[in-house]
C-alpha cells in the first residue's frame, strides 16, 4: 500500500476512542494483515494484545499506559469489564504495589481465568457489579477495592479504600458487603484486613503507607515490651 494510503487510513484509524482499533476496523479501510505487520514494524501502530492495535506512541506514565491498556483489553473482550486495579485506575483512584503491566478484567459471562501477554481475564463465583466510566465497563470501586486486597495484598487494598473513602466514591457499607461478596475467594483475610485499616482521612498514598507503617512498628513494640515484660 502506498504510504499516502497509509497516512490516510492512520488518520481515520487515529480517530477512534483512544486511538484504538481491531483488525475489522483496518479491513474496511483496506490495510491487509501484512501491511498491519509492516506497520507494527515501522512503529506506527502498536500491538497490544489480542488483536488490539493503538495507533502512535504510548501514554506517558505508567498509569496512563495502564488506562490505555485495560480499554484494549474492553474493545477485544466485550463480554468483559475492567476489576482489580484495572478498574481503580478508570475510576480515578490511587494504587499502589500493583501491576501496572498487565491489565485486569472479570467475565461477565462463564469465559475461562486465563493470561494472554499483558490481558488477564478473571472468571468470579458471583456476577460482577457493574457500572460505565466514560462509556468502559467495569467493576465498582468497592469490588475493585477488594479485588486488588486479595490479588496484592493489604497495602494496596488499603492505599485505594483510603482515597475512595476519602473522595467519597465508596462507603464502609460499600466495602464490607464487596468483600462479603468474595467470601469464597482466594484472598478474603486481605479483604478483611483491609477493613479493619482503611482510614478515609488520609490524604495521599505517602499518607496512607505511614499510617501502616506505624501501626505495624506499634505492633512489633508492644508485642517486644511485653514479651520482656514476661520474661522478667
Not at 501484512?34 to 502512535?56: E, F, I, N, Q, T
Not at 475461562?112 to 457500572?131: D, H, M, N, Q, S
Not at 468497592?142 to 488499603?158: E, L, N, P, S
Amino acid at each position: 500500500m502506498p504510504d499516502t494510503d497509509d497516512d490516510a487510513a492512520l488518520g481515520t484509524l487515529a480517530l477512534r476512542p483512544e486511538r484504538l482499533f481491531v483488525p475489522a476496523d483496518a479491513r474496511r479501510l483496506g490495510i491487509r494483515k501484512d501491511d498491519l505487520r509492516a506497520w507494527v514494524r515501522r512503529g506506527m501502530v502498536r500491538h497490544l494484545g489480542r488483536g488490539v492495535y493503538a495507533v502512535g506512541e504510548a501514554p506517558e506514565g505508567p498509569e496512563e499506559a495502564h488506562r490505555q491498556l485495560i480499554k484494549a483489553l474492553l474493545l477485544g473482550h466485550p463480554t468483559a469489564v475492567a476489576s482489580h486495579h484495572s478498574a481503580l485506575v478508570l475510576h480515578g483512584l490511587d494504587v499502589y504495589g500493583v501491576d501496572l503491566a498487565t491489565a485486569y478484567a472479570t467475565w461477565t459471562n462463564d469465559g475461562p481465568t486465563r493470561t494472554r501477554g499483558a490481558f488477564r481475564t478473571i472468571r468470579t463465583t458471583r456476577p460482577p457489579e457493574v457500572k460505565a466510566v466514560d462509556g468502559w465497563a467495569t467493576v465498582t470501586p468497592a469490588w475493585a477495592i477488594a479485588q486488588t486486597a486479595a490479588r496484592f495484598g493489604v497495602v494496596a487494598g488499603v492505599v485505594s479504600a483510603d482515597h475512595a473513602l476519602k473522595r467519597k466514591l465508596v462507603t464502609m457499607d460499600d466495602l464490607i458487603y464487596a468483600v462479603a461478596e468474595h467470601e469464597e475467594t482466594m484472598g478474603v483475610g486481605r479483604m478483611r484486613a483491609m477493613l479493619d485499616r482503611c482510614d478515609g482521612s488520609s490524604e495521599s498514598v505517602g499518607e496512607s503507607r505511614l499510617r501502616l507503617i506505624c501501626e505495624d512498628s506499634g505492633s512489633r513494640s508492644s508485642h517486644s515490651s511485653a514479651s520482656s515484660a514476661g520474661v522478667e
